[in-house]
């Protein structure tokens, strides 16, 4: 689910909640991991907690927060064989 342009710092999970802070070049790059955390089968419901750009050697950054679920993909009942 990560796009280029994006780069994971830390992530914490407790029970099903995920945690991800990180870096991206631009706004634009972390939306563009939320709709993928969106289409994902085993991740869902992202929340952006935090944002925040800043120049950074000469270059426009966005250190970001976002929030999501683990999803357990579900399996199909036995057919009694």
């Known amino acids: 689910t ?17 945690t991800v802070t990180g870096v991206a070049q631009s706004n634009a790059r972390v939306s563009s991991y939320m709709r993928n955390i969106e289409n ?8 952006l907690d935090i944002i925040q750009s800043k120049d950074e050697n000469g270059q426009r950054i966005s250190n970001f927060t ?7 993909p579900k399996t199909e009942e036995g057919d009694g064989s």
Not at 2 to 18: F, H, R
Not at 66 to 72: D, E, I, M, R
């Open 40 to 47: 994902s089968k085993v991740v869902q419901d992202p929340k």
């Open 2 to 18: 990560l796009p280029d342009g994006v780069s994971i710092l830390t992530l914490t999970q407790k029970d099903d909640a995920i």
């Open 66 to 72: 976002l929030h999501f679920n683990q999803v357990l």
